[in-house]
């Protein structure tokens, strides 16, 4: 059975009279089925004939599209905070070179001082996270309030996939550590404590 009839056309008052005509001739004809779809055609041009699966699938190919871009953006943005927490780390560490060879001098192990960097790093990464889940549901209750007349009345926070997020800009923060906590523990114990 079919349940939806769509005109992609722009102008709404012949849109309103061509729908007006269809539904007196499905009123006249009784229930019109996906083989009635070329009758349907002649009957009123423009007119596409869907079922409701199919009007399902052509209100929501949008949607689905944009959030594609959105995920892809986001995968960037991680792309992107990988890159700036592993130039913070490897300026960190340059900066802090005489800093990290007095720890080594005074007994830590080029594996803690390892840890000591992925640490940093996690809680860059952390706060970069919180700060961007608690903006970005503010911006989305924005969005749901602006368009509650529009329908749109309801927040659905995606939890799972905040969750997972979160886990992926762990990983990445910690593998964006890699290189320069190796650095930061290859330090010159001597070189480093020699005077400017």
Same mark, same amino acid.
Do not use: C, K
């Given at each position: 059975?079919?349940?939806?009839?769509?005109?992609?056309?722009?102008?709404?008052?012949?849109?309103?009279?061509?729908?007006?005509?269809?539904?007196?001739?499905?009123?006249?004809?009784?229930?019109?089925?996906?083989?009635?779809?070329?009758?349907?055609?002649?009957?009123?041009?423009?007119?596409?004939?869907?079922?409701?699966? &199919?009007?399902?699938?052509?209100?929501? @190919?949008?949607?689905?599209?944009?959030?594609?871009?959105?995920? *892809?953006?986001?995968?960037?943005?991680?792309?992107? =905070?990988?890159?700036?927490?592993?130039?913070?780390?490897?300026?960190?560490?340059? @900066? +802090? +070179?005489? @800093?990290?060879?007095?720890?080594?001098?005074? &007994?830590?192990? =080029?594996?803690?001082?390892? @840890?000591?960097?992925?640490?940093? !790093?996690?809680?860059?990464? *952390?706060?970069?996270?919180?700060?961007?889940?608690?903006?970005?549901?503010?911006?989305? /209750?924005?969005?749901?309030?602006?368009?509650?007349?529009?329908?749109?009345?309801?927040?659905?926070?995606?939890?799972?996939?905040?969750?997972?997020?979160?886990?992926?800009? /762990?990983?990445?923060?910690?593998?964006?550590? !890699?290189?320069?906590?190796?650095?930061?523990?290859?330090?010159?114990?001597?070189? /480093?404590?020699?005077?400017?």
């Amino acid at each position: 059975m079919v349940h939806a009839l769509h005109h992609p056309v722009g102008r709404r008052r012949s849109a309103r009279l061509s729908l007006l005509a269809l539904a007196a001739l499905a009123l006249a004809a009784g229930p019109v089925s996906a083989a009635d779809a070329p009758r349907v055609g002649d009957a009123a041009p423009g007119f596409r004939l869907q079922d409701q699966a &199919g009007f399902t699938r052509t209100q929501t @190919e949008p949607v689905d599209r944009v959030v594609l871009y959105l995920w *892809a953006l986001l995968g960037l943005a991680v792309l992107l =905070g990988v890159a700036g927490i592993a130039n913070t780390l490897v300026l960190s560490v340059h @900066e +802090r +070179r005489r @800093e990290l060879g007095l720890l080594r001098a005074a &007994g830590m192990t =080029g594996r803690q001082l390892r @840890e000591a960097v992925r640490i940093e !790093a996690l809680l860059l990464a *952390a706060l970069g996270a919180a700060f961007g889940l608690a903006l970005g549901t503010a911006s989305a /209750a924005a969005v749901v309030g602006a368009l509650h007349d529009q329908g749109l009345t309801a927040l659905a926070v995606p939890w799972a996939q905040l969750v997972v997020m979160v886990v992926v800009t /762990a990983v990445a923060a910690v593998g964006a550590a !890699a290189w320069p906590a190796r650095r930061a523990a290859r330090v010159d114990v001597l070189a /480093a404590l020699e005077p400017d």
